[in-house]
């Protein structure tokens, strides 16, 4: 695997390489993103992928700076995954004065869920994706559907700028009792791991619900919420909605079941198509 840490140097090493398949994240890396990078190397012979923890998209009080930074891990993952190149620009490679231009995505789709805890959020993820995607030109990107709203956000960003890039989502991977894979994980007591998948039962008990015809949407929510609380849990929100921009559920809209809840300390996320 070649690392890069300047632009030029990895647009020299892409040049007349191909098309290739790229996966950008911000380090810290499991197996969920090397999922991914196997994934990836289906779609295109060249697979790319980055590590920038991106200062764009962290709120003035989040943990930018004890973001975990692992290098030297993520780099054997990469290499015994078959990535050929490694971007991982510092971030005066990347932002080298202030960056002034921005992707503001519609407020309707980062107002919600997330987003609505975190001004400016998925305006800084779409930024700093589209400028990768501009350093990369990749002609496949992939992303996981466990963050789901930026996998929303940057379908509807590729889509309505006419970015000539596929984005191919990756199915979250999970522990076998069900737990969606996260670096949060590893906050979690003993106790709590254990307690940890009902959030995935409760999705689960929901994508039954409806697959059954059952349509109380708001009915199905409170319950799965009462569950997590009567189990300790803060929940957040559990809540049904049309995959293509997370709005409530359409006729004729294909849907997805999303949860976020606190279970003690950390805050756990997960989702499920229907
Ligand atoms: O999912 C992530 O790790 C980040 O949001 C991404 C897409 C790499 C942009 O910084």
Request: proline letters at 10%.
């Given at each position: 695997m070649q690392i890069h840490h300047t632009i030029a140097s990895l647009r020299a090493a892409l040049a007349g390489q191909g098309p290739v398949a790229f996966v950008p994240t911000m380090g810290n890396l499991h197996e969920g993103h090397i999922t991914l990078m196997r994934q990836a190397r289906e779609h295109a012979p060249v697979v790319v992928a980055s590590i920038f923890v991106n200062r764009?998209?962290?709120?003035?009080?989040?943990?930018f700076d004890k973001y975990p930074r692992t290098f030297a891990d993520d780099c054997a993952k990469l290499e015994a995954a078959g990535v050929n190149h490694l971007f991982a620009p510092d971030e005066t490679e990347m932002?080298?004065?202030?960056?002034r231009y921005h992707v503001i995505p519609d407020a309707a789709h980062t107002d919600?869920?997330?987003?609505a805890a975190r001004p400016g959020h998925f305006g800084g993820v779409a930024t700093v994706v589209l400028k990768l995607f501009n350093i990369v030109q990749p002609q496949v990107a992939l992303f996981g559907k466990k963050d789901y709203q930026q996998l929303m956000v940057l379908r509807n960003m590729v889509q309505e700028l006419a970015l000539p890039i596929r984005i191919v989502p990756g199915d979250t991977v999970r522990a076998a009792d069900g737990l969606a894979l996260s670096s949060?994980?590893?906050?979690?007591?003993p106790a709590e791991r254990e307690e940890a998948p009902r959030l995935n039962r409760v999705l689960r008990q929901i994508k039954a619900a409806l697959a059954a015809g059952d349509q109380d949407y708001t009915r199905l929510e409170t319950e799965a919420q009462d569950e997590l609380r009567a189990h300790g849990w803060q929940p957040d929100y559990i809540t049904i909605r049309?995959?293509?921009?997370?709005?409530p559920p359409r006729a004729g809209e294909s849907l997805v079941v999303l949860g976020a809840a606190r279970l003690g300390t950390p805050r756990l996320l997960d989702n499920l198509e229907i």
């Open positions: 764009l998209q962290f709120g003035p009080s989040e943990d932002y080298p004065s202030p960056q919600i869920l997330e987003g949060r994980n590893g906050y979690l007591s049309c995959r293509s921009d997370l709005q």
